[in-house]
């Protein structure tokens, strides 16, 4: 089975006036109902909770205090998950509410929980809707968009695809909303920060993601091996036609090569909770020679951390090279640092491993 992951934005769903567009989930249902009737297993990744709790608590702009928008939220999720499942029933499909937070997948064993749960009701036909659970995340845990959200579903059920529903065609050379002459860009090979400049822009009375969230979005997920599409999420039948061959919108294409799960995981799912500053050599190595990070390469070390947390390696200037999980804590590092592997046990009175970090466990960024 192919799996895809749909991302629906609140700008898509709902009206800061009106609430939820039921006519426009009724469109989206009948859709992602034909993907699954062509042989897709499909995620769909909705925001519009916060949105439609706003209607009912007669707010006209989108909430900034957190207590507001966890009410607006826990008062609008059950309207939203309400209108999913009437408008898939009459396709005489299954959804499931999954709510979920940063901590699902920072947290290992949570991370595989959800992976489970999520390929546990795809296989027996049920259609997930993931949205973040806005009713208990605070500004520590929250994903800030479902963008973020979409890219990192996409990467724990190793999706084929992320489609994103834009409230535009796709990706364009100048806001397409207040230039005339902007202009549809069909393809995207490499995301680079100019694209990203260009991207940037505010978001919705509605929702928090622009463009430029997408991209960011998109980019984490090019390194999954995983092929993102910008469409029209207000034109009917555009998801059927997209995977039956037909180009729409903005094609973002997947870099060659696929991270796995896990190391994807570590890249972009795991919290740092340190780092440590290496020398030229260890750069070389890890860079060039595809290396363990050995104790001989660790300069110094920040921060606090413990046995298996993930720490990112940064040069002498301070860039960002590796992210990794560490064997030692960084009170063990600081006695190994610069050290030979051979004289770990001796200065320790005992070793765990070799490495400070094992090229397995790994993630150059």
């Not at 997408?214 to 059927?240: E, F, P, Q």
Request: glycine share 10%.
């Amino acid at each position: 089975m192919k799996r895809l992951v749909v991302k629906i934005g609140s700008n898509i769903l709902t009206d800061a006036k009106e609430g939820l567009d039921t006519r426009r989930m009724h469109s989206i249902a009948e859709d992602i109902a034909g993907l699954t009737d062509l042989g897709f297993e499909v995620i769909v990744v909705s925001s519009g909770a916060i949105a439609a709790g706003m209607k009912k608590l007669g707010l006209r702009e989108r909430p900034k205090d957190v207590k507001v928008k966890q009410a607006s939220a826990a008062i609008g999720q059950s309207s939203l998950m309400w209108a999913y499942e009437k408008s898939f029933s009459e396709f005489n499909k299954k959804v499931a509410q999954v709510l979920l937070t940063r901590d699902d997948f920072s947290d290992r064993k949570r991370y595989i929980n959800s992976k489970n749960t999520l390929t546990t009701l795809l296989s027996y036909g049920v259609i997930p809707v993931v949205n973040e659970n806005d009713t208990v995340a605070t500004d520590e845990i929250k994903f800030g968009d479902n963008d973020h959200l979409a890219s990192l579903v996409a990467g724990l059920i190793e999706a084929e695809r992320l489609i994103i529903l834009s409230d535009v065609d796709g990706l364009y050379t100048e806001d397409p909303k207040t230039h005339v002459g902007a202009k549809l860009i069909e393809y995207v090979e490499e995301i680079t920060p100019e694209l990203e400049e260009r991207a940037k822009g505010p978001g919705s009375i509605v929702g928090t993601g622009g463009m430029y969230s997408k991209l960011l979005a998109a980019k984490k997920v090019m390194d999954y091996g995983i092929t993102v599409h910008i469409i029209n999420g207000r034109k009917d039948g555009l998801l059927c036609s997209l995977m039956r061959g037909k180009h729409h919108g903005t094609l973002i294409k997947s870099r060659e090569g696929r991270l796995s799960s896990r190391k994807g995981w570590i890249a972009y799912s795991s919290r740092s909770k340190g780092s440590l500053i290496i020398d030229e050599g260890a750069v070389k190595a890890l860079i060039q020679g595809g290396k363990s990070l050995l104790p001989s390469g660790i300069v110094s070390v920040e921060e606090d951390f413990d046995t298996g947390d993930a720490v990112y390696c940064l040069d002498s200037k301070g860039n960002r090279i590796a992210k990794g999980l560490t064997n030692y804590s960084s009170s063990e590092i600081e006695k190994i640092k610069g050290r030979k592997t051979s004289e770990i046990e001796k200065v320790l009175g005992y070793k765990y491993s070799d490495e400070v970090i094992h090229r397995d466990n790994l993630v150059l960024v």
